[in-house]
DNA sequence: ATAGGGTTAG
């Protein structure tokens, strides 16, 4: 390891174009077929070394024009460098030309797709290839396997799945591990569990991608216990980590998210960056934002993901001035933002209420940074003026939009949310229409029309739509949120205020306080309610809903008195922020936590816990 | 020799 890093250190540095004066050369002295063999390899390791296309370009060209013709393996390394590089129009055009191909080629070109983000061609090659007599091996099963994984589709997923059972591969701990990822990817958690422990030979990465399919399937817990017992078996790497990171911050687990940091700086992994990014997400999301700030100070070389985090987490708490000061900082440093951070921009403006500032992101965007906003961005801009009750603006927006498939549904459901908000039932019905086409299979959009109708009094036309639902048997969750206390899981779902517990009035005066100061901030909106429960013979105030905020509250007698959470969902702004100090002050330590009902339908800066009913 | 698996921000 030691060794290989010295001479890669030590060996001169040759600059490209005198590369290619030494391909030149080589090329010349050595372009009798059948001598070639020195120059090919000599030719293969300049392609090897070669970071510029231009170069892999011109000794493509002479190939060419020295007629030479395209040995297998030479024309699979210039394959592959077109591949390295990114150019994958240059490989497609090089694989039609070959006259002759094998399995290294088809899978080089397979991958160079995948890159590409065009996983579906991917798979069309592999499907294509024993047309052409060419029998796949473990390669081409994992590569075809990973585009799968990028297309997220189970069923094409489980066909190559087949597939590999068919020609015996079930025990390459390679093709395990990538079938284990594509499930997790295309929802089948299960299904990677079984691949999982049925196999022989695990290393890190299978236990690795074990992890991450549980944090992204919601199952945080799953993915800390599986993570416990790696220990027993290996050491972790930044991988496993910042997935591990990944899952305490899904669960709002402050505590093990705390031992999982502590593991990070013991394995001196603290400033690997994917690690950074995903610490100061799993601080900002179990409600310790100074604790994000310190691991985002604590970073001697930024890099773009990490701030991106920040700028997410800064908006999320409402501190929008921070935000773009640190979006300043990183332009200044030369760090070019993406599209996410644009969208954790624009989402800090609209928490904040600077709609005109937001817009102005926006327009730049193209210009300034180079990024064509997608819908995304502008379903938080129709966000953003939905909740400064500039209707006209987005509805004029929405229209201009182009968005398909769940882009349009989100969009248009913000816009939805902001006309029931306001009250604008001319809009509402706009949005109704666009929307329609959704209605066989989402409950969302015909909740938020329910909710609409019924805020602006219209009961015939509300009964209307409860009947299309129940008619189509369409079924919304109901919103809910929850809080682990004293190792157990607590559900909030939304309903009614029944009665009161113990401290009740002093919850019920919080509660009112906290609405009159939203209203202060422009909020419209109505209402909030409660939940109760029966806790053996104890009645315990299980949970509080208000429009914008899903707040649960655990009300228990223990040794030490009572103990009162809160938690919330979304938005949290300077004035929530305080008012949940004082909450805890009053009550005791207040968590944070990430509403992980995957049936919510978020539109990002609004949640639609406001579609209960 | 050339092709294969896991991580972060919405």
Known sequence: MVLASMAGRLRPVVKQPQLLALANNNFHSNSVPGSSSSASSRLVHLLRQSSNVSFVTSIHCKIVKLGAVYSGSTSNHLLTSYVRLGQIAHAQNLFVEMPQTDIVTWTSLMSGYISANQPHK???????????????????????INACSHLAMLNLGQQIHAQVEVHGLTSDTVVCSALIDMYGKSEGALYARRIFDQMKNQNVITWSSMVSVYSQNAQGYEAIALFGKFLHVGVPNPFILSSVVNACASIGQLGLGKSMHCKVIRHGHELNYFI?????????????????????????????????????????????????????????????????????VLHACSHAGLVDMGLRYLHSMKYEYGIKPCAKHYTCTVDMLGRAGRLDEAYQLSKEVHAEGPDKLLLWSAFLSACRTHRRLDLAAEAADRLAEFDSDVAGPLVV????????????????????????????EPGCSWVEVKNKVYVFYVGEVSSAGTRAAEVMDLLEEFEVKMRERGFVGSGSSWVEEEEGDKRVIVGVHSERLALGFAHLSVPDGVTIRVMKNLRMCKDCHDWFKRVSDIVGRVIVVRDLNRFHQFSFGSCTCGDYW
């Open 449 to 476: 029309m329910l909710n609409t109708y019924v805020s602006a009094g219209k009961w015939k036309n509300a009964a209307n739509v409860w009947s299309t639902m129940k008619q189509k048997g369409i079924y919304k």
């Open 276 to 344: 950074s990014g995903a610490l100061i997400d799993m601080y900002a999301k179990c409600g310790c934002f100074e604790s994000s700030k310190n691991v985002f100070d604590r970073i001697e070389s930024q890099t773009l993901v990490p701030y991106t985090s920040m700028i997410v987490a800064a908006g999320k708490y409402g501190f929008a001035r921070y935000a773009l000061d640190l979006f300043d900082e990183m332009r200044n440093e030369g760090i070019i933002p993406n599209d996410v951070t644009l969208l954790g």
């Open 122 to 144: 991917a798979i069309s090659l592999f499907q294509d290839m024993h047309l052409h007599e060419i029998k796949p091996n473990h390669y081409a099963f994992c590569t075809a």
